[in-house]
């Protein structure tokens, strides 16, 4: 997959940009707050259709109004394809070769794995942020999961309903409701733990090479789903739905009480450990962040085999608590990879003294031009 052309006007910041885009590594520079990230944010937006800095897209729409738009070129195995994107609040509209099309149709053209700002604090911050990190990977393998987790979500508003109901003074949920809503919140919850604990596992079988390149002290980075209910976390995944109906059974008196249920997928977490030490309360913001770049690199690798194509990287604030080493080393992984790449930056110098030679954009004041 090739991003060759990349259009985003009242993007954020961004005004009227055109551009054209190699196949291989473009540096982007410029100061802070003249467009980089949202140059980043529109080929995400691309083609994904949401962002990776916020989920309210009336957020991405310039102050003085809108729409925002983006467009752009793809070139993939079945050949080229056309991709727009126009968000005005309230309303999204998605099209493809100029067709207009719903967000089932629109995906899978165009495969964007973001390393941004946010994402650096995924392993600092609490659990959503990284069960966030494990559905967009598992989402880039195979769009379906959006589905097998909007069907989880209102199944479980549904129990959870159930459970507030006795709370507020309404009648108490009878056997029956409760048995019916458990036994779908089960069967969807059964599809989403399978689909997360494969994809951490296949996630975790391709770290190797890029973390050799990053820890070159032979430090040893583990990534391990944590699901609930804990005792599943041995089991093998058929046997989930029967575990989890009844933990559902066991707790219900519980969660009655809570008025929410206190068990399930929407608690899963992803451990993450250096060395055997737990990132989120002993990494260094070095460590940290070469765990994000060498965790977003296995999920390069892997989308790349699962695929046959090669996803579009994208990654702000490319010198960050990165040395000379690590960053050569990222770069010649992505080179080797034959990964398409927008790397973010606003030291120059900083890439100067790589020795790389980089196609390069520069952002100012919302516009785009060659460097």
């Known amino acids: 997959m ?6 985003a006007d009242k993007l954020r ?24 990230t949202s140059l980043l944010e529109a080929a995400y937006l691309l083609g994904t259709a949401h962002s990776f800095r916020t989920r309210k897209l009336d957020e991405l729409v310039v102050w003085s109004g809108g729409p925002a738009r983006v467009a752009g070129s793809v070139a993939g195995p079945a050949g080229d394809v056309s991709l727009a994107a126009v968000i005005d609040p309230g309303q999204r509209r998605l099209a493809v070769d100029g067709v207009e099309r719903d967000l089932d149709a629109y995906l899978g053209r165009m495969h964007p794995v973001a390393l941004s700002g946010e994402a650096m604090r995924a392993l600092r911050d609490g659990p959503e942020a990284r069960r966030r990190l494990i559905d967009s ?35 108490t949920p009878t056997l029956v409701e409760m048995e019916t809503w458990e036994e779908r919140l089960a069967a969807t919850a059964a599809r989403v733990h399978r689909r997360r604990r494969a994809y951490v596992v296949g996630l975790s079988a391709r770290l190797g090479p890029i973390e050799r390149a990053l820890c070159p002290a032979g430090e040893c980075l583990r990534a391990r789903y944590r699901p609930s209910p804990a005792a599943t976390d041995d089991e093998d995944a058929a046997r989930f739905e029967a575990i989890y109906r009844a933990a559902l059974e066991r707790n219900r008196k519980r969660d009655a009480a809570l008025g929410f249920s206190s068990e399930g997928p929407h608690r899963d977490d992803l451990e993450v450990t250096l060395e055997g030490a737990d990132l989120r309360r002993f990494g260094s913001a070095g460590q940290v962040r070469a765990a ?32 000379e080493v690590r960053a050569r ?42 460097a």
């Open 2 to 7: 090739w991003l060759r052309t990349l259009q």
């Open 13 to 36: 910041n961004l005004r009227a940009v055109s551009i054209e885009l190699p196949s291989g590594l473009t540096l982007v520079t410029g100061r802070n707050g003249h467009g980089k």
């Open 137 to 171: 990977g598992v989402a880039g393998l195979g769009h379906s999961f959006l589905r097998d987790a909007g069907d989880y979500r209102r199944a479980l508003a549904e129990r959870n309903a159930l459970l507030r109901r006795g709370l507020v003074g309404g009648p």
């Open 292 to 323: 994000m770049i060498i965790l977003s690199a296995g999920k390069l690798r892997f989308l790349q085999e699962d695929r046959g194509e090669t996803p579009l990287f994208l990654m702000d604030d490319f010198d960050s608590d990165l040395d």
């Open 329 to 370: 080393s990222l770069v010649e992984f992505l080179r080797d990879g034959g990964f398409q790449a927008l790397l973010a930056t606003s030291k120059d110098g900083f890439v100067d003294r790589l020795g790389l030679s980089f196609p390069r954009i520069r952002m100012e004041g919302g516009l785009a031009r060659a």
